[in-house]
């Protein structure tokens, strides 16, 4: 059920005129009558009188196409977690969007002020959790399409909208475009506005986004992102890290095997890879991450629970109440975590010459059913560093599509972005 | 040791071009020379070279005195947890400043774009907490000042800049102004921003300032908070509400003394006063707020301690090591609490109809010794809620100045101020 809807192209196509939005949004229309009832992505149905409405009104605002903003008339999925003005927020849950309220998110307001226009909310696991929603993965729909960004992921992946909004904690943004096929990106901790996203874990709560190809991604990343720079240069080639250890233990064997042969192509192509022993405490990672989230997800829901514990899923749930036992002592350790496991990166990267990680976007492809979206064991300790992520498509396994996870410096967002266009280009199908 | 200094006359006085900043400064510079060798209300001695370029370049720069900003040429003294371009942050201790470092508060900035000119930094207890630095109380130096913005209130009081800013986290603002016999203002929570600022716990944290009188904050308040408004009328006379019971037990009986005759001044000149029971709980809100603070501290320390913590005055670092042992399911009520305080606030306040509640800025006045720097337990509950409160000078007890602490509902700062203005006249000098 997977279908070509690249961001870059279409938003040339929709400013030079070439098709206009109320055209293009005609094409998407047809484009979710045939697969969302399938795939359910989306949580409610689109208002096609408004969309058309918004559609028309955008062209007819921007008659020049000399004036046309960079995403103009493109149509974009945003997460259930995100307040978006005249979209209530449900998060996944059967609460009251009244329980939720709250002005529109940051990263919302960049891209409709961009050009683009919201198709709808996407679906997301309970409160961006565990607790899966209905969505199906479009390669497949017998598998999970991953989580907690669940419908952004699937919608990019079925061509319903050229680009989405997610957001990752754990592994919510680079699992699921791994499942789905496509590009999942996680900016360095803090460089997208948080702003106006439901909080699960405030310290490692990053904004994200979905799009086809890497070319899509880098069309919107200057867009969503503070400070967009164009850096000094940097070799055009980086020279490539494996995380080698108990870390990358934790991949199933097909993902590995599919590692590899990413990797092949890599060096085939003239790529150095270096294979470096790190996160030898990956277990002591793991939990304080766990812990981090939990006590933060704490204090976050705090007076959600309070009122309205007994409609949370048990996951949801009980996260909440492992988090009220975890001692203050506790929760600023594993704070200051996050900035001691960037800097053993960094040290790494300094000693063996790495400019990149490479890894797998998830253990293996997407699992069996829609009971579980899978594992984020591969996307934590970049999650738990901050430092920004990028997964592109590397091929498949069993007809479903693996994701290679591509990691620099915090705060080096630009040249993750610059080198993810040729490493997509030689590790697409490798696998 | 006490001198006058009004904000607002001398500001009027500098923008008119009766006196010029460089001409102001020197008799500054006078009064810090006759008497701060007594007080020690700064940290460091002021550069009179810096700040005599700083006020003959300001006076060049607004030579027409209708262009000229509200503050032009008024020094300020700035409690030494701000951050303050061109000068270090040592938040009272002797660790190396570089541990603190990072940009100016936006609170200073704001004063110097209003033609601001920072005198120095201030004394202050140890990271704003309990242990006592070297300030005495102009009144008479035997006394403490009160604390933890000891410096701010002393070099207000003294005549030594007409203005100072300070931090309330329990009782940091408005008891030490209440020691000194100025007026001491903590806004509504987050309405003068706190970022530039030093922790100490982020959910109760206040940035406030120092006045000689209501007319001068009544100047400077409108300056350093966001969104300053002119309110719908307010009636002209506020119905009073005097907060008996439990927390009014709390005072001395030289405090309490000093009420009643505020209170009966008040009547006198025909302010309706009611006595409500309210805070029945207060020992619950003292423990609280007292776990809330311990808490955030030990997050917001964490780092500081672990490398520091030898270094730390044993207040300090007990509070460090008991807000650990906090689980954050406690944490997470503490701050809850903060809410149901206000709505608990708000709901006799409508019950009543009562519009503004008074009560001692301290339990009495400023205790001998400046060994410590006295209690804080009538500010507790109006910062745990975040409301706004205003000391004003109502009289003295055995030569030593008593505060009447005015506060009103959340977000209603300009009614404060203005109600402030004839309270003020009202209580001087009643006690």
Redesign the interface.
């Known amino acids: 059920m997977i279908a070509s809807a690249p961001l870059a192209e279409t938003a040339e196509r929709l400013r030079t005129g070439e098709v206009t939005p109320a055209e293009y949004f005609e094409t998407v229309r047809d484009r979710i009558d045939d697969v969302e009832s399938e795939i359910h992505s989306f949580v409610t149905e689109p208002d096609w009188d408004l969309l058309d409405g918004q559609a028309t009104a955008l062209g007819d605002r921007f008659p020049d196409p000399a004036g046309r903003p960079p995403l103009f008339g493109i149509p974009v999925g945003v997460k259930d977690i995100f307040h978006v003005d005249g979209y209530p927020t449900r998060a996944g849950t059967d609460l009251s969007p009244a329980a939720f309220d709250g002005p529109q998110a940051t990263s919302v307001t960049r891209l409709r002020e961009s050009g683009a226009i919201v198709l709808g909310k996407t679906v997301t696991t309970e409160f961006a959790y565990m607790e899966p929603g209905p969505t199906r993965n479009p390669h497949d729909l017998d598998h999970t399409p991953g989580g907690s960004s669940s419908g952004s992921a699937a919608a990019v992946a079925a061509g319903l909208c050229p680009v989405a909004l997610g957001s990752q904690t754990i592994g919510s943004v680079i699992r699921p475009a791994s499942f789905c096929g496509i590009v999942g990106y996680k900016p360095s901790y803090e460089r997208i506005p948080i702003k106006g996203v439901l909080p699960l874990a405030e310290s490692v709560d990053h904004v994200g986004a979905f799009a086809q190809n890497v070319e899509g991604m880098a069309l919107v990343a200057p867009i969503l992102c503070d400070d967009w720079r164009t850096l000094p240069e940097a070799p055009e080639t980086p020279r490539i890290g494996v995380p080698a250890g108990p870390y990358l233990d934790q991949a199933a064997p097909a993902g590995r095997e599919a590692l590899e042969a990413q990797l092949g192509a890599l060096e085939a192509a003239g790529y150095e890879i270096r294979r470096v022993e790190v996160l030898d405490d990956i277990d002591r990672i793991n939990d304080r991450h766990t812990d981090l989230v939990a006590?933060e997800a704490?204090?976050a829901h705090?007076?959600w629970f309070?009122t309205h514990g007994d409609r949370y899923a048990e996951a949801s749930a009980e996260l909440v109440r492992d988090?009220?036992?975890?001692?203050?002592?506790r929760?600023?350790?594993t704070?200051?975590s996050r900035i001691e496991v960037r800097e053993q990166f960094d040290e790494a990267m300094a000693k063996h010459d790495i400019d990149l990680w490479v890894s797998p976007g998830a253990p293996g492809p997407a699992p069996q059913g829609i009971g579980d979206t899978g594992n984020p064991v591969m996307n934590l300790p970049w999650t738990h560093a901050g430092m920004p992520t990028l997964t592109v498509p590397g091929g498949s396994v069993d007809g479903l599509p693996v994701g290679l996870q591509c990691t620099t410096r915090f705060g080096e967002d630009e040249r993750l972005l610059q080198w993810g266009l040729s490493i997509a280009s030689v590790v697409d199908g490798a696998a």
Chains 1, 2 share one sequence.
């Open positions: 006590a704490a204090l705090h007076q309070e988090g009220r036992q975890i001692d203050v002592g929760l600023a350790n704070r200051a």
